[in-house]
């Protein structure tokens, strides 16, 4: 927006949304973040942070919806105003999913410190990187409503599904290997889901900020990554 | 490439289809161009009212919506220094044209005030007054039965059933103001002009009023001026929005209080500077 309000408290009202969407967005970027070293590292401490931390989020989670009931009912915003405020709403629900999953990853890091390191487990930080650097970036694109920031990560998402895909597969081909492999293997499959879960809940908020910022809802079919769904064991070719 | 390409094909929510229109134009206005002396007040208006549908005009003060609602049953007339000019059409007709008797055109085209000003005479009679100078009615039951018929229509039979030859000017701003609305369609009119009907009555009696264009809507054909946007998006089905005599933008109150697509609609109802 161009332009102040000229009631400059209702500018203060919006800019507090902002901050609390602001500090919400650095706090679950950081839960992700330590979930996933803490599943590359084997640390139960830093796994447990996460889970005690999360709490934090839910707060704020919170904290925005009263702000934005307040907005709403005493302001009665109208059209960016009115996108903005129910855009807060929504972004602050893809965020405390986000930060639930994050929050499941680090409970099965300590569960996958029960068991032998499998090769795998590589793969989740390269997925925990990507992931983190499309949330970082539609955080960033809200704060500078930048829609073609915004579709981008709504795009990159199937290169996610694909890692998420190709580790589906790998998984299977350890548990057939050696059935000890389960256990660990399952883990890495749900940590891994949870990350592509993030994922989607990140391409959420890109639409988000497309309605926000365009008036428009982002109404094309998003590309989406084989995410391992139709994936089998021992499925015969048919014969060509 | 493909996919950059879908994923910008987005689509407008109030976007129409293919599908015919609902609606018939009921008043149109093409060119329309108002000077008061050497200030130019209104600037090259186009625009269609709706038949049965409520149409808001809002913006600034000065803008010029209260100017064209009065070039709508050319009130402006009597203002000395105003000159119109353009097409103004009631019906496909011309409403300027030399043939037409103004006083017939203010029967179909009536107008309710920003203050109430009912008659200082009986609540009666400040309904059977038009009909009487129209010739409406000829004889004291038809004319009774036109006075019953109003004040329903207006929401205010049972309020002042058993006091009609009562003064009205004794009745609630509210009461007073549904009087007045009374007064304008018991002559039948096609089209009601309102100019900031609620600007002087509490929310409740607001809501009365409200409530009550959305019923006349069935029957008439509706141009509200209002300078509260909530109303405006509370009771009419269109939105214009007027500033510096520009006509900005016509749309589906909807879209124009959630998306409008001119900055300075945007800046105007949400509050900024535009």
């Given at each position: 927006?161009?332009?102040?309000?000229?009631?400059?408290?209702?500018?203060?009202e919006?800019?507090?949304?902002?901050?609390?969407?602001?500090?919400?967005?650095?706090?679950?970027?950081?839960?992700?973040?330590?979930?996933?070293?803490?599943?590359?590292?084997?640390?139960?401490?830093?796994?447990?942070?996460?889970?005690?931390?999360?709490?934090?989020?839910?707060?704020?989670?919170?904290?925005?919806?009263?702000?934005?009931?307040?907005?709403?009912?005493?302001?009665?915003?109208?059209?960016t105003?009115?996108?903005?405020?129910?855009?807060?709403?929504?972004?602050?629900?893809?965020?405390?999913?986000?930060?639930?999953?994050?929050?499941?990853?680090?409970?099965?890091?300590?569960?996958?410190?029960?068991?032998?390191?499998?090769?795998?487990?590589h793969?989740?930080?390269?997925?925990?990187?990507?992931?983190?650097?499309?949330?970082?970036?539609?955080?960033?694109?809200?704060?500078?409503?930048?829609?073609?920031?915004?579709?981008?990560?709504?795009n990159?998402?199937?290169?996610?599904?694909?890692?998420?895909?190709?580790?589906?597969?790998?998984?299977?081909?350890?548990?057939m290997?050696?059935?000890?492999?389960?256990?660990?293997?399952?883990?890495?499959?749900?940590?891994?889901?949870?990350?592509?879960?993030?994922?989607?809940?990140?391409?959420?908020?890109?639409?988000?900020?497309?309605?926000?910022?365009?008036?428009?809802?982002?109404?094309?079919?998003?590309?989406?990554?084989d995410?391992?769904?139709?994936?089998?064991?021992?499925?015969?070719?048919?014969?060509? | 490439?493909?996919?950059?390409?879908?994923?910008?094909?987005?689509?407008?929510?109030?976007?129409?289809?293919?599908?015919?229109?609902?609606?018939?134009?009921?008043?149109?206005?093409?060119?329309?161009?108002?000077?008061?002396?050497?200030?130019?007040?209104?600037?090259?208006?186009?625009?269609?009212?709706?038949?049965?549908?409520?149409?808001?005009?809002?913006?600034?003060?000065?803008?010029?919506?209260?100017?064209?609602?009065?070039?709508?049953?050319?009130?402006?007339?009597?203002?000395?220094?105003?000159?119109?000019?353009?097409?103004?059409?009631?019906?496909?007709?011309?409403?300027?044209?030399?043939?037409?008797?103004?006083?017939?055109?203010?029967?179909?085209?009536?107008?309710?005030?920003?203050k109430?000003?009912p008659?200082?005479?009986?609540?009666?009679?400040?309904?059977?007054?038009?009909?009487?100078?129209?010739?409406?009615?000829?004889?004291?039951?038809?004319?009774?039965?036109?006075?019953?018929?109003?004040?329903?229509?207006?929401?205010?039979?049972?309020?002042?059933?058993?006091?009609?030859?009562?003064?009205?000017?004794?009745?609630?701003?509210?009461?007073?103001?549904?009087?007045?609305?009374?007064?304008?369609?018991?002559?039948?009119?096609?089209?009601?002009?309102?100019?900031?009907?609620?600007?002087?009555?509490?929310?409740?009696?607001?809501?009365?009023?409200?409530?009550?264009?959305?019923?006349?809507?069935?029957?008439?054909?509706?141009v509200?001026?209002?300078h509260?946007?909530?109303?405006?998006?509370?009771?009419?089905?269109?939105?214009?929005?007027?500033?510096?005599?520009?006509?900005?933008?016509?749309?589906?109150?909807?879209?124009?209080?959630?998306?409008?697509?001119d900055?300075?609609?945007?800046?105007?109802?949400?509050?900024?500077?535009?």
């Amino acid at each position: 927006m161009p332009n102040d309000h000229i009631v400059k408290s209702f500018d203060e009202e919006l800019k507090r949304l902002s901050n609390l969407l602001a500090r919400m967005g650095g706090l679950v970027e950081a839960q992700i973040a330590t979930s996933i070293q803490a599943v590359a590292q084997r640390d139960g401490d830093l796994a447990t942070s996460v889970i005690t931390a999360d709490s934090r989020v839910d707060e704020l989670e919170r904290d925005i919806d009263d702000q934005v009931l307040r907005v709403m009912a005493l302001r009665q915003p109208v059209a960016t105003d009115l996108r903005f405020a129910l855009g807060a709403l929504r972004i602050a629900a893809d965020l405390e999913r986000a930060a639930d999953y994050a929050k499941n990853v680090a409970k099965r890091a300590i569960a996958l410190n029960q068991v032998a390191p499998l090769r795998p487990v590589h793969a989740i930080p390269r997925m925990g990187a990507m992931v983190r650097e499309m949330l970082k970036d539609v955080l960033d694109a809200f704060a500078a409503r930048d829609v073609a920031k915004a579709v981008a990560v709504w795009n990159r998402d199937e290169e996610l599904d694909e890692m998420y895909g190709s580790l589906f597969r790998e998984l299977l081909t350890y548990m057939m290997e050696d059935p000890r492999n389960i256990t660990g293997s399952t883990h890495l499959l749900f940590i891994a889901k949870n990350i592509e879960r993030i994922g989607d809940h990140t391409t959420n908020i890109a639409e988000t900020i497309h309605f926000l910022v365009t008036g428009v809802p982002l109404r094309a079919e998003r590309p989406k990554g084989d995410g391992g769904n139709f994936a089998v064991v021992g499925a015969s070719k048919p014969a060509e | 490439m493909e996919m950059a390409r879908t994923m910008t094909e987005t689509k407008a929510v109030g976007a129409s289809s293919t599908e015919a229109p609902k609606f018939k134009i009921k008043m149109s206005g093409r060119g329309v161009n108002v000077h008061y002396g050497a200030k130019h007040a209104l600037k090259t208006v186009d625009i269609d009212i709706r038949e049965n549908q409520v149409t808001a005009f809002i913006g600034p003060s000065g803008c010029g919506k209260s100017t064209f609602l009065r070039c709508l049953n050319r009130m402006n007339d009597t203002i000395d220094a105003c000159k119109v000019s353009g097409d103004l059409k009631l019906d496909k007709q011309d409403i300027y044209d030399k043939s037409i008797d103004v006083v017939q055109l203010r029967a179909r085209v009536g107008m309710v005030f920003q203050k109430a000003n009912p008659f200082p005479k009986s609540i009666y009679e400040n309904i059977v007054y038009g009909p009487k100078i129209h010739g409406l009615a000829t004889g004291k039951q038809e004319l009774d039965e036109i006075v019953e018929k109003s004040l329903r229509g207006a929401g205010l039979w049972n309020e002042v059933k058993d006091r009609l030859l009562d003064s009205g000017t004794g009745l609630s701003g509210g009461q007073q103001q549904r009087l007045c609305i009374a007064r304008a369609i018991a002559v039948s009119p096609e089209v009601i002009l309102m100019d900031e009907p609620c600007s002087a009555l509490d929310p409740i009696a607001t809501a009365h009023v409200e409530e009550l264009i959305d019923e006349l809507k069935s029957k008439y054909t509706i141009v509200i001026v209002t300078h509260n946007m909530q109303q405006a998006a509370r009771v009419s089905q269109r939105t214009a929005f007027f500033h510096l005599g520009v006509l900005v933008e016509e749309d589906d109150t909807a879209n124009i209080f959630t998306n409008p697509r001119d900055e300075r609609t945007q800046g105007y109802i949400t509050g900024r500077y535009g």
